[in-house]
């Protein structure tokens, strides 16, 4: 104990004062030498009294992570056997003035949660619990492919030749990963620098063999086109390892078994409607854990590994991979002489002007791993649901998965700010957006196991593109071969069909594969519930952390998710899924909800019949926007419609309210806009209005005139301005689309029209996008100013200040514009990420054309998640894909009430005005920091655009809670 009388003897000469964290340091020090020192330990417990500090003052400010608070505790009782330390109750309100309602508990239980009744009895729940955890502790589920048939003997021969491979690669890199490892150790000095031989030797030689096995296959599964980058491919095996390292740590040091007793207690929440009442998912948690007396938190501290260490570690991995495994490249032919070369290889490519360095399997390989036609497919635990509700956000570097790192915010590659900047404010001002992310993830799920097996059944039979279901790569013609009888310009022509045919076998693989992973695990979990844990991006927009089935994804995805939670239909339900039906259509997009309903009624034997015949009758359901949904809801329909009593019947299905042009109805709203805000349907109509026709017809408008004084390319326009041509452009407008965009848009628009002459389609489109830009700043003229001044505020802040854009959403999330330069001459490696860390500079362009589409990204989220965490006060059931809500067809009612209220709420704050003064604080410059001005100075331009704030229009806000239009 030595050192540590030492180190406080040098405090004290120093002056330093030593607070709660400097002694439990030291008592922690003390425990870990055996026996513990008693007479040092009442040394220092004399000098917290001495210091005036309590032992309570250590448990309630130090933070301990893994065993360090069970060792400052097991030396205190050494010296007072009755100490117990006190676990206050954390504050669990919300800060921003907004959320303030939700502070108060309700008076009132709940008359039903969406979640009571979903689990199975505690028996069950607790074994579905240890089968979630056991899976995440392997890191692999396994699920069985769709894809499966009974083997045929080229099949048997392919499958017993790659099992053969794997067992001579695992025998190869035990012996060349044993041989590497002495290698680094002997290299390895511990006062001369970052060494990766230290993060190597936490696993055995047998783990990075599984690792690498599993690797191969991955590459073998790729795209015959795309292929990751190195660095993005280091980054992740290194990440790998990482995991598997802090996996051991959880159960070293008993984090595990913590964690299980705080979960099973946490299950309550679920199947007590006046725990739900009273409770959020976090705070109820922390209630468990403060009544529990024993902290439960998977918190590693310092153990995650650095972007620099991690790419390292894979590249260590993947060279070893590079270097080492060889495969016989005649081994699905008859040959007398064998060729062994590397199973994979590095391939360079162009990119602009930077050369990419990829990983490439060889295509014997991708060969006999596509013809062995595997009956499983193996996916990290965190690519799929859970089988119990995930663990709470409590913090932002706790929540997610149970056990297997979840980051909360999903960034770029190469961006570092965002996750350091969240990760350092206090947690309780991010508690919305943790709340938020709580209550998404605590939705339960089913499989609506109909529309699965009919999308199973299609996809086995070759696919159908008509209704989006990928076609095999067998379907693709043949490539044609090149003769030597053929002219240059004859081969020329060969060579540039077999490019076009090669790149969609390469779309064709991608899109065939991206459907098989969603049927395979859907199929999984055909016969359970699941949940999806949640994160958010750096705007705070909010995904599923699994990225392949999930309701983010495409028409087939979400046409075979239902509630898990079933409710009967009441008075309006079945005319909200009729209504929801013709939604999707997208055929009557101009027409009220009542003429909606009513042709629903009038279609009713089309929908029944689709529900009835989907593959064989007049297959009306095929014609939609959202062909898969669209089935989905006919047979919903069809079911509700012929029970005894529709308003019993009990539903599973979501109905989706989306926003009309979302985020113009957001810029509207902060302008006050009132001409806009009727385009985007802010204001109350009796029939929705479409801004996308309204410019359209301004558009015409000018067409027709420039036609009148004979302008040519006005007249060649002539029948062809229409809303569809202009829909695109319009929509990416507020998200920041330029004008040269803008032209490719309308161009690719006008390809499409047959009848539109082709060498007129490039003026025609800059001609179209000139006139749709000036539309839009007459029908949104202060969307318009507001979007300029962000440009303005993001360009000045990015090329005087040197600094990304930042800012603060209503809701407390701090966020930082991911976008810097790359250094000259870049390549992306280990030392590249270090450099980039140390000398990143905003890429101006980036900043400033971002600035507006991410400002807007985080108000729509910000408006997401309030209607989210009143929605859940009220006791519906909440989802969402950004702009998209959806409840229960009985709720939809309570839902879009919320939904109105929330955004009157939002749009109440002075947002604007909040931004400039936060902008203003953090990027502004002094009188005492610019001295003496010269002419032009652009610092002074700085500080006078951080100061003008756009003039706001005279729209009255309230109007929103009348619009029926809204979101419908």
Not at 1 to 17: A, H, L, N, P, Y
Request: aromatic share 10%.
């Amino acid at each position: 104990m030595v050192t540590v009388k030492e180190i406080f003897q040098q405090m004290k000469s120093d002056g330093i004062r030593p607070n709660a964290q400097s002694f439990a340091s030291a008592l922690e020090t003390i425990a870990r030498h055996d026996p513990i020192d008693v007479k040092t330990a009442k040394r220092i417990i004399r000098q917290m009294q001495d210091e005036n500090i309590p032992l309570q003052d250590m448990f309630l400010q130090c933070r301990f992570v893994l065993d360090e608070r069970d060792c400052v505790l097991r030396v205190i009782h050494e010296i007072r056997p009755n100490f117990q330390p006190t676990i206050p109750f954390c504050d669990v309100s919300y800060q921003p003035t907004i959320l303030e309602s939700l502070n108060h508990r309700p008076s009132a239980v709940l008359k039903d949660t969406p979640y009571r009744g979903v689990l199975p009895n505690r028996d069950l729940s607790r074994q579905l619990l240890k089968d979630q955890m056991d899976r995440e502790m392997r890191g692999v589920l396994t699920v069985k492919s769709i894809d499966a048939v009974a083997p045929d003997a080229k099949t048997r021969l392919y499958r017993s030749k790659l099992d053969s491979l794997k067992q001579q690669w695992a025998k190869t890199l035990e012996m060349s990963l044993q041989r590497n490892m002495d290698a680094l150790k002997m290299q390895f000095r511990p006062k001369r620098g970052v060494h990766i031989y230290p993060y190597l030797a936490t696993l055995p030689i047998s783990d990075y063999v599984d690792i690498l096995v599993d690797e191969l296959i991955r590459l073998a599964q790729g795209s015959e086109g795309y292929t990751p980058s190195t660095f993005m491919l280091h980054a992740q095996l290194g990440r790998k390892v990482m995991d598997k390292y802090l996996l051991q740590c959880k159960k070293n040091y008993k984090l595990v078994d913590r964690l299980e007793k705080t979960y099973s207690e946490y299950l309550k929440y679920f199947e007590d409607k006046q725990v739900t009442s009273m409770y959020n998912c976090r705070q109820y948690w922390e209630k468990v854990e403060h009544d529990m007396k024993l902290p439960a938190r998977a918190d590693l501290g310092e153990h995650s590994w650095s972007k620099f260490i991690l790419v390292r570690i894979g590249k260590f991995l993947y060279d070893t991979i590079i270097n080492e495994i060889k495969m016989d490249s005649t081994m699905l032919r008859q040959v007398e002489m064998h060729q062994y070369v590397p199973a994979v290889y590095k391939v360079y490519r162009h990119y602009a002007d930077r050369l990419k360095e990829e990983v490439k399997p060889h295509p014997v390989l991708v060969k006999l791993y596509k013809g062995s036609r595997p009956e499983t497919l193996n996916f990290d635990t965190d690519m799929c649901p859970t089988c119990v509700p995930p663990h709470p956000w409590l913090t932002a570097k706790t929540g997610g998965y149970l056990l297997q790192k979840t980051v909360l915010t999903r960034l770029p590659e190469m961006s570092m700010k965002q996750g350091c900047v969240v990760d350092l404010v206090p947690s309780k001002q991010i508690f919305p957006i943790l709340d938020t992310l709580n209550q998404l993830g605590a939705s339960p799920w089913i499989v609506n196991k109909p529309v699965l097996d009919l999308i199973i059944q299609v996809f086995r039979n070759g696919g159908m593109e008509q209704v989006d279901i990928p076609l095999p790569v067998s379907q693709c013609p043949a490539l044609p071969k090149i003769t030597r009888d053929l002219s240059s310009e004859e081969k020329n022509v060969i060579y540039r069909q077999r490019f076009m045919l090669k790149k969609k076998r390469s779309e064709m693989f991608s899109l065939w594969c991206d459907a098989l992973y969603k049927l395979s695990i859907a199929n999984h979990f055909r016969d359970s519930v699941f949940w999806f844990p949640q994160n958010i991006d750096f705007r705070g927009r909010v995904y599923p952390v699994p990225p392949h089935f999930q309701h983010l994804g495409g028409d087939m995805a979400r046409s075979m998710l239902l509630f898990a939670k079933g409710m009967p239909l009441g008075d309006k339900g079945l005319d909200w899924l009729k209504i929801h039906l013709i939604n999707l259509t997208g055929l009557k997009k101009k027409s009220s909800l009542t003429d909606r309903l009513a042709w629903a009624n009038e279609i009713l034997d089309d929908i029944l019949d689709s529900a009835d015949n989907p593959l064989t009758g007049k297959q009306w359901w095929k014609e939609s926007d959202d062909p898969w949904q669209t089935l989905a809801c006919c047979m919903e329909i069809a079911n509700a419609s012929r029970s005894p009593n529709p308003a019993a019947y009990v539903s599973h299905f979501p109905v989706h309210q989306d926003g009309s042009c979302n985020g113009l109805q957001h810029y509207a709203a902060l302008g006050r806009d009132q001409k806009g805000a009727e385009a985007v349907n802010l204001y109350p109509f009796e029939t929705p209005q479409d801004v996308y026709s309204g410019v359209a017809g301004l558009v015409e408008k000018e067409r027709l005139q420039d036609a009148a004084a004979d302008v040519e390319i006005a007249k060649v326009l002539d029948g062809f301005v229409s809303r569809k041509v202009v829909k695109q452009t319009v929509m990416t407008i507020v998200y920041g689309v330029t004008r040269y965009g803008a032209r490719a848009q309308i161009q690719k628009q006008l390809a499409d029209i047959k009848a539109f002459p082709e060498h007129k389609s490039l003026p025609a489109a800059s001609y179209l996008a000139e006139k749709t830009f000036d539309s839009i700043k007459q029908m949104f003229t202060s969307a318009r100013q507001i979007q300029d001044w962000f440009v303005d505020c993001a360009k000045l802040i990015s090329s005087v200040r040197n600094k990304p854009v930042e800012w603060v959403t209503p809701l407390g999330l701090p966020v930082v514009q991911p976008y810097f330069k790359l250094p000259k001459n870049y390549a992306e490696s280990s030392r590249s990420v270090h450099l980039l860390q140390a000398n990143s500079k905003p890429n101006v362009m980036k900043q400033k054309n971002a600035f507006p589409p991410n400002f807007v990204h985080s108000l729509d989220s910000s408006h997401m998640m309030l209607t989210c965490l009143h929605a859940a006060r009220a006791g519906i059931s909440f989802a969402a894909v950004h702009d998209s809500y959806w409840t229960h067809p009985a709720n939809v009612d309570i839902m879009n009430k919320l939904t109105r209220e929330q955004f009157v709420a939002l749009h109440s704050l002075p947002i604007l005005d909040d931004l400039s003064e936060f902008l203003e604080k953090r990027f502004s410059y002094s009188p005492g920091d610019i001295g003496t001005p010269f002419p032009e100075d652009p610092r002074l331009r700085l500080n006078a655009v951080l100061k003008s704030v756009p003039t706001k229009g005279k729209f009255d806000l309230t109007s929103v809670l009348r619009s029926t239009y809204f979101f419908s």
